[in-house]
């Protein structure tokens, strides 16, 4: 079998041993060279075996000359040091290693029968270019730098990796033109220097088998496992792709560590509530310590930890976990041994002083892991050190988009004027000067505003409290009364007389203050007596009644509850839906907008060019977004319809829309960390936002909202004419049917001339 390509070259390639031979025959010729004799009889066998000078070109001849090939090369492999080399004869290009060192064969029987040796990440482009260039440095002159390092990734008996780096010894090699070379000129040399994706350029320059590489090569392997899993575990931890992350890094550990078992967790230290958790930020290596998802320090997990790792700053080993177990009285030890580890390291990650969080290996072998080799972690703790900081960064970056996006006012269409400001302040301070920071106001801005409302909200609520009221002092009256049984009838006369009234009270509608004061008086003085009774008869009585007070299961809460959760759903499904449609709405202009959840869903948007200076505002954009507004509102009352059969309460929603058309300013006020109407000329527009919810049309004790119907206010000509078109646009949708009321409102304070539209929305 001739000798196997392992990858395409410009070189015809010859394994010869001429150079070896002809230093035999130097040494032969020499009568005061006291080898000269051993030479002879070397030379004499080698005579019989041309093909070693001439060029073998079969595995079969290698096999068939091996114990020659080792006598000529005694002197490159020392017997001596056999057992420590990890050395063996190559043929670059070619899948061919023999000669073996000792340590070497002992490494290759370990990898098994299977394995087949081979230089990672070491393809055909750039195996290529390489060649060329060394043909370039050895025969034109240049002096191009293309070392990379080469590696053997070998497997051991117990299944763990370890990384050889690949040293040549060219120095048996030589290289000469053949008859195929193509002569190059100083420009071919300069194109080649420019193009070095263009392969095909290279293998044209240098054709296929046009220059003839012989000889040998003397391979050296030296065990950079350890760097080279430092350097991967550079590479996985710079690395945004966190897919098979935790078999990489375990990967990367066993090969550290030649252990096979080894598993590697980690857990999350949070400084401001002092506990150890399990959330690991994006990284999804889970805790083999935590028994739940968190622990406080105070609660921490065993006094030596606490003591090495969280106060010292020092790596905590323990390397036979199972007599750990029996030392100690901690729950570590068991808890360690029901995870089936038997050894365990615990390294804490520091950033300038600060503990980020702690990194744990554990093995299921006992002594493997332990206080000696747990140095091993100081090279690549730097490393995790920076990823752990630069994953809390991030998080904190996220938490803050958050806090931004679901609880301050602080839009991002406006953001930019925010960050203006603080960046001022930013250089102010770091030039050592005084700055104050600007009010944030942007002028002449479009107001839209628009609400659905849950309307009977508030009598339902009402009518929740007093049902709940009822069934608890109906109960209460019971308990009551078996107090007088057991504890004699004046003890509790008093309070029963008073629970009696509030019965009573509650025949009629409640008022906004009745909820509040009958709790209170339960809560202070008729239940703060009962608990105070010591009579074991009473007992299951009042355990009875006490289950149902709790707000979260109690019955004595049953319909506040039904209130509370159908007005949160309703809420949480309206909010989403305009969540999601004002992103899109941002797209056709750049536009503050905030909502606010109250029985119902409101929300302001200003739109203009102060918000966005650069991108052109004209009144088309407005025009764009109230039709945008008025379809978003119509179809937010389409998807409540969508949900209503499941809800506990039917309630009916109301859709309204104030058409504001005058500009106005909004101010950031600092106090409140939200935007207002700036100045009281601009004032007009909150004053009729405010008013109009609860308006009746004029001449009548009809409310201006409608259930299932869009309700739209104006106050001038324009702007009807406006609505107008958009409710013939929303017609042929069919989102909006045929008939079109229109009418007064009642004059309000300080506001008259008010008119509306009002359309059914179609289901």
Same mark, same amino acid.
């Given at each position: 079998?001739?000798?196997?390509?392992?990858?395409?070259?410009?070189?015809?390639?010859?394994?010869?041993?001429?150079?070896?031979?002809?230093?035999?025959?130097?040494?032969?010729?020499?009568?005061?060279?006291?080898?000269?004799?051993?030479?002879?009889?070397?030379?004499?066998?080698?005579?019989?075996?041309?093909?070693?000078?001439?060029?073998?070109? @079969?595995?079969?001849?290698?096999?068939?000359?091996? !114990?020659? *090939?080792?006598?000529? =090369?005694?002197? +490159?492999?020392?017997? #001596? $040091?056999?057992?420590?080399?990890?050395?063996?004869?190559?043929?670059?290009?070619?899948?061919?290693?023999?000669?073996?060192?000792?340590?070497?064969?002992?490494?290759?029987?370990?990898?098994?029968?299977?394995?087949?040796?081979?230089?990672?990440?070491?393809?055909?482009?750039?195996?290529?270019?390489?060649?060329?260039?060394?043909?370039?440095?050895?025969?034109?002159?240049?002096?191009?730098?293309?070392?990379?390092?080469?590696?053997?990734?070998?497997?051991?008996?117990?299944?763990?990796?370890?990384?050889?780096?690949?040293?040549?010894?060219?120095?048996?090699?030589?290289?000469?033109? @053949?008859?195929?070379?193509?002569?190059?000129?100083? !420009?071919? *040399?300069?194109?080649? =220097?420019?193009? +070095?994706?263009?392969? #095909? $350029?290279?293998?044209?320059?240098?054709?296929?088998?046009?220059?003839?590489?012989?000889?040998?090569?003397?391979?050296?392997?030296?065990?950079?496992?350890?760097?080279?899993?430092?350097?991967?575990?550079?590479?996985?931890?710079?690395?945004?792709?966190?897919?098979?992350?935790?078999?990489?890094?375990?990967?990367?550990?066993?090969?550290?560590?030649?252990?096979?078992?080894?598993?590697?967790?980690?857990?999350?230290?949070?400084?401001?509530?002092?506990?150890?958790?399990?959330?690991?930020?994006?990284?999804?290596?889970?805790?083999?310590?935590?028994?739940?998802?968190?622990?406080?320090?105070?609660?921490?997990?065993?006094?030596?930890?606490?003591?090495?790792?969280?106060?010292?700053?020092?790596?905590?080993?323990?390397?036979?976990?199972?007599?750990?177990?029996?030392?100690?009285?901690?729950?570590?030890?068991?808890?360690?041994?029901?995870?089936?580890?038997?050894?365990?390291?615990?390294?804490?990650?520091?950033?300038?002083?600060?503990?980020?969080?702690?990194?744990?290996?554990?093995?299921?072998?006992?002594?493997?892991?332990?206080?000696?080799?747990?140095?091993?972690?100081?090279?690549?703790?730097?490393?995790?050190?920076?990823?752990?900081?630069?994953?809390?960064?991030?998080?904190?970056?996220?938490?803050?988009?958050?806090?931004?996006?679901?609880?301050?006012?602080?839009?991002?269409?406006?953001?930019?004027?925010?960050?203006?400001?603080?960046?001022?302040?930013?250089?102010?301070?770091?030039?050592?000067?005084?700055?104050?920071?600007?009010?944030?106001?942007?002028?002449?801005?479009?107001?839209?505003?628009?609400?659905?409302?849950?309307?009977?909200?508030?009598?339902?609520?009402?009518?929740?409290?007093?049902?709940?009221?009822?069934?608890?002092?109906?109960?209460?009256?019971?308990?009551?009364y078996q107090a007088e049984k057991f504890c004699g009838k004046a003890a509790f006369e008093g309070e029963r007389k008073m629970v009696e009234g509030f019965m009573n009270e509650l025949k009629n509608p409640i008022l906004?203050?009745?909820?509040?004061?009958?709790?209170?008086?339960?809560?202070?003085?008729?239940?703060?007596?009962?608990?105070?009774?010591?009579?074991?008869?009473?007992?299951?009585?009042?355990?009875?009644?006490?289950?149902?007070?709790?707000?979260?299961?109690?019955?004595?809460?049953?319909?506040?509850?039904?209130?509370?959760?159908?007005?949160?759903?309703?809420?949480?499904?309206?909010?989403?839906?305009?969540?999601?449609?004002?992103?899109?709405?941002?797209?056709?202009?750049?536009?503050?907008?905030?909502?606010?959840?109250?029985?119902?869903?409101?929300?302001?948007?200003?739109?203009?060019?102060?918000?966005?200076?650069?991108?052109?505002?004209?009144?088309?954009?407005?025009?764009?977004?109230?039709?945008?507004?008025?379809?978003?509102?119509?179809?937010?009352?389409?998807?409540?319809?969508?949900?209503?059969?499941?809800?506990?309460?039917?309630?009916?929603?109301?859709?309204?829309?104030?058409?504001?058309?005058?500009?106005?300013?909004?101010?950031?006020?600092?106090?409140?960390?939200?935007?207002?109407?700036?100045?009281?000329?601009?004032?007009?527009?909150?004053?009729?936002?405010?008013?109009?919810?609860?308006?009746?049309?004029?001449?009548?004790?009809?409310?201006?909202?409608?259930?299932?119907?869009?309700?739209?206010?104006?106050?001038?000509?324009?702007?009807?004419?406006?609505?107008?078109?958009?409710?013939?646009?929303?017609?042929?949708?069919?989102?909006?049917?045929?008939?079109?009321?229109?009418?007064?409102?009642?004059?309000?304070?300080?506001?008259?001339?008010?008119?509306?539209?009002?359309?059914?929305?179609?289901?």
């Open positions: 079998m001739g000798l196997p390509l392992n990858i395409e070259s410009p070189f015809e390639i010859h394994l010869s041993f001429f150079e070896v031979i002809e230093k035999l025959e130097k040494v032969a010729s020499d009568p005061n060279n006291v080898k000269a004799a051993e030479a002879k009889e070397l030379l004499a066998e080698i005579a019989l075996h041309p093909e070693l000078r001439d060029g073998i070109n @079969t595995i079969e001849e290698i096999e068939q000359n091996a !114990e020659l *090939i080792r006598r000529m =090369l005694a002197d +490159y492999f020392p017997a #001596e $040091l056999s057992e420590n080399e990890i050395k063996a004869v190559g043929l670059p290009y070619r899948k061919v290693v023999f000669n073996f060192s000792e340590r070497f064969k002992r490494i290759l029987d370990a990898a098994g029968p299977d394995f087949d040796i081979g230089i990672r990440d070491f393809d055909e482009h750039q195996s290529y270019v390489l060649s060329c260039c060394i043909i370039l440095n050895e025969h034109y002159g240049t002096r191009l730098d293309f070392n990379k390092p080469m590696f053997y990734d070998i497997p051991t008996a117990n299944g763990t990796i370890k990384h050889y780096r690949i040293l040549y010894n060219a120095d048996f090699l030589h290289i000469t033109p @053949t008859e195929r070379s193509v002569k190059l000129t100083q !420009e071919d *040399i300069d194109l080649l =220097l420019d193009n +070095y994706d263009d392969l #095909e $350029l290279w293998k044209a320059k240098f054709p296929k088998e046009s220059w003839m590489l012989r000889g040998f090569s003397l391979m050296n392997l030296y065990d950079a496992t350890v760097e080279n899993a430092v350097s991967l575990l550079k590479e996985k931890l710079l690395s945004s792709d966190l897919a098979n992350f935790k078999e990489s890094m375990e990967s990367i550990f066993r090969s550290i560590y030649s252990l096979p078992d080894l598993r590697v967790g980690f857990m999350l230290y949070n400084k401001e509530a002092n506990i150890f958790s399990n959330t690991n930020l994006d990284n999804p290596l889970k805790s083999y310590i935590l028994k739940e998802g968190e622990i406080g320090l105070d609660n921490t997990i065993c006094m030596e930890f606490y003591n090495d790792t969280v106060q010292e700053r020092n790596y905590f080993a323990i390397a036979d976990v199972e007599r750990f177990a029996g030392e100690n009285n901690s729950g570590l030890g068991l808890h360690l041994l029901a995870e089936d580890i038997r050894s365990i390291i615990l390294a804490p990650v520091i950033k300038n002083g600060i503990l980020l969080g702690v990194l744990e290996l554990v093995s299921s072998t006992a002594k493997a892991l332990n206080s000696v080799n747990a140095h091993k972690l100081e090279m690549v703790m730097p490393f995790l050190t920076d990823t752990v900081e630069r994953g809390v960064s991030e998080f904190q970056n996220q938490v803050q988009a958050i806090i931004q996006n679901y609880y301050t006012t602080i839009h991002t269409s406006v953001y930019w004027r925010f960050r203006e400001e603080a960046q001022k302040l930013i250089h102010a301070r770091r030039q050592g000067e005084s700055y104050a920071l600007k009010e944030v106001i942007f002028n002449d801005v479009y107001p839209l505003y628009g609400q659905i409302d849950i309307k009977g909200s508030s009598e339902a609520r009402n009518a929740s409290i007093q049902h709940d009221l009822k069934n608890q002092l109906s109960a209460l009256l019971v308990t009551l906004a203050s009745t909820e509040q004061h009958i709790t209170d008086y339960l809560s202070s003085v008729v239940h703060y007596k009962l608990l105070q009774q010591n009579c074991s008869d009473l007992r299951p009585a009042l355990d009875s009644y006490f289950a149902e007070t709790n707000k979260k299961s109690g019955d004595f809460y049953i319909h506040r509850r039904k209130y509370e959760t159908t007005v949160s759903l309703i809420n949480d499904k309206l909010t989403r839906y305009l969540d999601v449609k004002e992103a899109e709405a941002q797209l056709i202009f750049p536009h503050y907008y905030e909502r606010f959840k109250t029985d119902g869903v409101e929300h302001n948007m200003y739109i203009g060019a102060s918000i966005s200076p650069d991108r052109g505002f004209n009144l088309t954009h407005l025009h764009h977004l109230r039709l945008w507004q008025l379809t978003a509102l119509c179809e937010m009352e389409r998807a409540y319809n969508e949900i209503k059969p499941r809800l506990p309460f039917q309630f009916e929603v109301t859709t309204l829309i104030l058409a504001y058309y005058t500009a106005i300013s909004i101010r950031f006020r600092m106090d409140e960390k939200r935007f207002d109407i700036d100045g009281t000329y601009n004032a007009r527009f909150e004053i009729v936002k405010k008013r109009i919810d609860k308006a009746h049309i004029k001449n009548s004790a009809e409310r201006i909202t409608e259930a299932g119907k869009v309700t739209i206010v104006y106050s001038s000509d324009t702007e009807e004419q406006e609505y107008r078109g958009y409710i013939a646009k929303l017609q042929q949708q069919h989102l909006l049917g045929d008939e079109i009321e229109n009418f007064e409102l009642e004059d309000l304070q300080g506001v008259a001339g008010l008119r509306a539209l009002r359309v059914k929305i179609t289901h």
